[in-house]
């Protein structure tokens, strides 16, 4: 198409006039690879118009299975009805602590105590054990001892084979 | 009348829903937020399917119906200020991104189109790039076809004053 051509439909176009058959040729015009520089500005526009047309919706579209957006909300309120139920059977047990009945109090107090007549014979075995250290402790004294005398009877007895020869 | 299956569904919607991506990305800026208003707005139409057919231009209903959604998002979004903020942020450094992989001076290109005035912005969406007839956005926008037409010629002049501006600024 001959430049003033396009300059007309340039100017058509700037006021908002141009049909769509009219912008068509305008896009392909600006469509090739060099246009006069006074029209540089307008390729640029145009250019863009045309990459921006092509971006497409880049996930694909579902009808008949829920947003997923939606089962994220639906799995959090889940998770959050899950930490009040389990709140709640906390503080509810507790309550339940709070008021024993005698028997259950005596059965209470009875297994504490049990608790710890086990836990003081616990401590003295603990103490039979660390008299066991002290002996074995004493035992590795000796051994070292008895190593001693071992040496010097081997020492007696080159001094006895020196003394024979 | 019988009620459309999901393949049938899909076929009215498919030649449009990428229309419909564009539209909401160009109003709400981050391309997430396209995505997720796009996936609204369909679920909206499958359950209405029924009206669907009813509707001589599908394509114009489905334009009209994202637009406002996409409009309420952003009123609602005002009202939560920290959140506005931090997206602005977000969506700004995102589609900065996007745009340095294309060539930089069509990114000029893109950002004199966000900032121009919410309609301009969206009729010249309408017009240059998804080319619908003045009288398909006229009834799209609830807006007669000369207010249509002048602020298309607005906003085409506005673009190309500032293109001219940003071109000849590292030369002057």
Redesign the interface.
């Known amino acids: 198409m001959e430049l003033n051509k396009i300059e007309d439909l340039l100017e058509k176009y700037n006021e908002g006039v141009t049909s769509l058959t009219e912008e068509a040729q305008l896009r392909s015009y600006f469509s090739q690879e060099t246009v006069p520089p006074h029209l540089e500005s307008y390729k640029q526009l145009f250019s863009y118009f045309d990459l921006d047309a092509k971006q497409f919706l880049p996930t694909t579209i579902k009808v008949g299975a829920k947003n997923p957006k939606k089962i994220r909300w639906y799995a959090s309120a889940a998770a959050a009805l899950v930490i009040l139920f389990t709140a709640f059977m906390s503080i509810t047990t507790q309550k339940d602590n709070l008021t024993l009945s005698e028997d259950e109090l005596y059965a209470y107090n009875e297994t504490l105590k049990a608790f710890q007549l086990i836990s003081n014979n616990m401590n003295k075995s603990n103490e039979a054990l660390n008299s066991l250290n002290l002996i074995s402790s004493s035992i590795e004294k000796g051994k070292n001892k008895i190593a001693m005398l071992e040496k010097f009877n081997i020492s007696t007895n080159k001094i006895f084979k020196l003394k024979t020869k | 009348m019988s009620i459309l299956s999901?393949s049938e569904?899909?076929l009215i919607?498919s030649p449009f829903?990428?229309k419909?991506?564009?539209i909401a990305?160009r109003i709400l800026v981050s391309?997430e937020e396209a995505?997720?208003a796009?996936?609204?707005v369909?679920?909206k139409l499958?359950s209405n399917r029924h009206k669907l057919s009813d509707y001589k231009n599908p394509e114009a209903y489905a334009v009209t119906m994202i637009k406002n959604w996409c409009y309420d998002k952003l009123k609602s979004k005002h009202t939560q200020n920290i959140k506005i903020v931090h997206n602005n942020y977000e969506d700004h450094s995102q589609s900065l991104q996007k745009s340095i992989e294309?060539?930089d001076?069509?990114r000029?290109?893109?950002f004199h189109?966000d900032s121009l005035p919410a309609t301009q912005k969206l009729v010249l969406q309408l017009?240059?790039?998804?080319?619908f007839?003045f009288s398909e956005i006229a009834s799209m926008l609830d807006m007669n076809e000369t207010a249509?037409?002048?602020?298309?010629?607005r906003a085409?002049?506005i673009?190309?004053e500032k293109?001219?501006h940003t071109?000849n600024y590292g030369i002057k």
Not at chain 2, 127 to 131: K, P, Q, V, W
Not at chain 2, 148 to 153: F, G, Q, T, W, Y
């Open positions: 999901e569904f899909l919607i829903k990428d419909m991506f564009r990305r391309v995505e997720d796009t996936q609204e369909v679920l499958w294309v060539n001076s069509l000029w290109v893109g189109m017009r240059d790039i998804e080319h007839e249509i037409r002048v602020a298309l010629s085409r002049k673009i190309r293109l001219t071109h």
